[in-house]
């Protein structure tokens, strides 16, 4: 599935779009799946943060505030961090099952074992 992003950066009146990939539907998705898809997400606010960087952060969802709510013929997640926004989606699944997916996600992501 390609997934479009909307980001916005602090101190950036500029709206970036971006896309992810994820395989299958999100129907079939499972918490994992939409954990990889949120760190994917994260990774790309970073990268457009640091366009020079090549590695890849250690990724957590850690200190995130999100919602899921209806867009276009779908729902979309929307989350904030300290230094950037970003909505996700349309997705084409019930707003509750997304949202109890998500909730998943977080519940059981770890967070990395570097620390800063």
Same mark, same amino acid.
Not at 19 to 41: C, N, R
């Given at each position: @599935?390609?997934?479009?992003?909307? #980001? @916005?950066? +602090?101190?950036?009146? %500029? /709206?970036? *779009?971006? *896309? #992810?990939?994820?395989?299958?539907? /999100?129907?079939? =998705? *499972?918490?994992?799946? @939409?954990?990889? /898809?949120?760190?994917? #997400?994260?990774? %790309? #606010?970073? +990268?457009?943060?640091?366009?020079? %960087? &090549?590695?890849?952060?250690? /990724? &957590?969802? %850690?200190? @995130? &505030? =999100?919602?899921v709510s209806p867009y276009r013929e779908g729902v979309a997640i929307a989350f904030e961090i300290h230094s950037a926004s970003a909505v996700a989606g349309p997705f084409n699944i019930e707003q509750a099952a997304l949202e109890r997916l998500v909730t998943a996600a977080f519940a059981g992501s770890r967070p990395p074992t570097t620390i800063h």
């Open positions: @599935m390609i997934i479009p992003v909307e #980001i @916005m950066l +602090r101190q950036d009146e %500029r /709206v970036f *779009t971006e *896309t #992810i990939e994820h395989p299958g539907d /999100v129907a079939s =998705w *499972t918490a994992a799946d @939409m954990e990889q /898809v949120l760190k994917k #997400i994260l990774v %790309r #606010i970073d +990268r457009l943060q640091h366009p020079g %960087r &090549s590695e890849h952060p250690p /990724v &957590s969802l %850690r200190g @995130m &505030s =999100w919602i």
